[in-house]
């Protein structure tokens, strides 16, 4: 794989492939998380649907991995093998490709963010500048999953890393901001989930679009900003403001 500046661009990818299944593979290219791997990533997603063509059924990017699923009928797994190596040979990384910013308007409150100011706290520093730092730079969605329109982001700073709950919750109200480990997401329906819940934003996350085909607002390599908004605001916006333990 061809390889660049690693300063600008990050470290080159090193292509490992493990069967997961009688129609699909692992395409692993790093092992640790970084935002510089997205521009490969998303290289290699452009070059694999390209090679594979119709006989593609499925291709997943994440923050180190694509899952690759192809159709058994059309191609054995020693050809699929030969054609993956083949399109990611001279890979090289997307320049300039940053994806949609998506500003995102947040309800930071204990009502709404039950984890805010436990981790204020045991950061040591006050709730105000946990917000702050929540929201001072953009993070890059690297996969979608867990749930419709659930997008994967980071990477959250170093310091304010946090580990998920022991007991995940029952229910999670719809638009929930959360961090877990060096991640960040957003819920985008009720459902269950064992991320420290800081806030809560009353955009709508997945839906369907103007053909009536199920859409999601972000997409891997898109970049998303959190940005606080008051509690009027919020209820300005169509935010519930139902605390989050009265809806469990």
Same mark, same amino acid.
């Given at each position: ?43 290699a997603d452009g070059a694999l649907r390209e090679a594979f063509g119709t006989a593609l059924v499925d291709l997943v990017p994440s923050y180190t991995t ?8 059309? $191609? =054995? +797994?020693?050809?699929?093998?030969? !054609? ?7 890979? *090289? &990384?997307? /320049? ?59 990477? $959250? =700073? +170093?310091?304010?890393?946090?580990? !998920? ?7 999670? *109200? &719809?638009? /929930? ?41 972000f997409m891997p390599g898109d970049r998303v900003r959190f940005v606080s908004v008051s509690r009027e605001e919020f209820v300005r916006l169509g935010g ?9």
């Amino acid at each position: 794989m061809a390889g660049g500046n690693s300063h600008e661009r990050g470290s080159s990818p090193q292509l490992r492939l493990e069967t997961v299944g009688m129609d699909s593979l692992i395409i692993r290219l790093f092992d640790r998380i970084e935002e510089s791997n997205m521009a490969w990533i998303l290289a290699a997603d452009g070059a694999l649907r390209e090679a594979f063509g119709t006989a593609l059924v499925d291709l997943v990017p994440s923050y180190t991995t694509l899952l690759l699923h192809y159709d058994v009928a059309a $191609l =054995e +797994e020693g050809e699929v093998r030969a !054609r993956i190596q083949a399109a990611l040979e001279n890979l *090289a &990384p997307q /320049s300039g490709q940053k994806g949609q910013l998506h500003e995102v308007p947040v309800w930071y409150d204990d009502s709404v963010g039950p984890e805010l100011a436990p981790i204020a706290a045991r950061l040591g520093i006050s709730v105000e500048a946990l917000i702050e730092r929540h929201g001072a730079h953009d993070y890059c969605v690297f996969a979608l999953g867990f749930a419709p329109g659930f997008a994967f982001m980071g990477v $959250l =700073e +170093e310091a304010l890393t946090t580990p !998920r709950l022991k007991t995940p919750r029952q229910k999670i *109200a &719809p638009g /929930s901001v959360g961090i877990a480990d060096r991640q960040a997401a957003i819920y985008p329906s009720r459902s269950p989930g064992g991320w420290n819940i800081l806030g809560r934003t009353p955009i709508t996350l997945f839906g369907r679009n103007e053909a009536g085909e199920p859409s999601s607002r972000f997409m891997p390599g898109d970049r998303v900003r959190f940005v606080s908004v008051s509690r009027e605001e919020f209820v300005r916006l169509g935010g519930d403001v139902t605390p989050l333990e009265e809806r469990a």
